[in-house]
């Protein structure tokens, strides 16, 4: 008897029985739902092109169905740009960690961002390297223990926890700017009201935006799924607040 040939639904960008590789309270998979809802919410799935960083931001190849791509460490925004300047009509983002993003990538965003192009970051800030091994980020907070910081950070030795949506406020051609969270269902649906206002401002040509996603790491952390949503919201928040950090649209 030939085998049962199982087939995936692809609504809302997911495949619909793929199961997660994620750990335990990380809200990577959530975030993935988002992006797909919100596409989805504008007609764009099948416009939809991802481009994956490095780390536990690339497992999620096994689970969109969005055409994508894996960058070099680091070059997710270097490579978008290319992607979005050939095929305009695409609905491009980037899907990055903080490693990712604000470390070896840091060259590529600030340059993205100051030349305004025309795609969607999704930032994904937990304080700390997932994948690899919980090395200490650049947006690990002061007396957090890393792999690579086994008494914590220290400011004298490591200096300070970067804030990326303040650092790329200060750049003229950032459209878009917001940091969110998915540790309630209020701020669940706030974040899918970010990255759709960051993609229907994309659609509309007005450039550059960026929608910063405060995450917990249980696993890194060394804390229980519970307890690591205490430290986001007793220690994360209050280094990476909340909010709207610049929208051009809503100044008109």
Not at 111 to 133: D, L, Q
Not at 201 to 206: A, C, P
Request: glycine share 12%.
């Amino acid at each position: 008897m030939a085998e049962e040939k199982k087939v995936y639904s692809r609504t809302k960008g997911i495949i619909d029985g793929a199961v997660s590789g994620f750990c335990p309270g990380c809200m990577h998979s959530t975030i993935h739902k988002l992006i797909g809802e919100a596409a989805e919410d504008l007609g764009k799935l099948d416009k939809l092109v991802r481009v994956e960083g490095v780390g536990c931001c690339g497992l999620g190849q096994f689970y969109v169905t969005c055409d994508e791509t894996i960058a070099a460490h680091g070059r997710a925004c270097a490579v978008a740009t290319g992607i979005k300047r050939s095929s305009p009509d695409s609905l491009i983002y980037t899907y990055q960690g903080d490693g990712d993003l604000a470390a070896i990538g840091l060259a590529e965003t600030m340059s993205a961002a100051n030349r305004g192009e025309n795609f969607t970051v999704i930032f994904v800030n937990n304080g700390i390297y997932g994948m690899t091994g919980g090395q200490m980020a650049p947006t690990t907070l002061l007396g957090m223990k890393a792999t690579t910081a086994p008494q914590g950070r220290k400011a004298e030795e490591h200096g300070y926890p970067m804030h990326m949506c303040e650092i790329l406020n200060q750049l003229t051609a950032p459209y878009y700017l917001e940091r969110v969270s998915c540790d309630t269902p209020q701020n669940v649906i706030k974040t899918r009201n970010a990255i759709k206002k960051a993609f229907q401002y994309q659609l509309e040509g007005k450039g550059f935006s960026m929608v910063e996603i405060v995450t917990s790491c249980p696993t890194n952390w060394g804390l229980s799924t519970l307890d690591s949503l205490d430290f986001l919201r007793d220690k994360m928040f209050t280094e990476y607040p909340l909010g709207v950090y610049r929208d051009k649209g809503a100044e008109k």
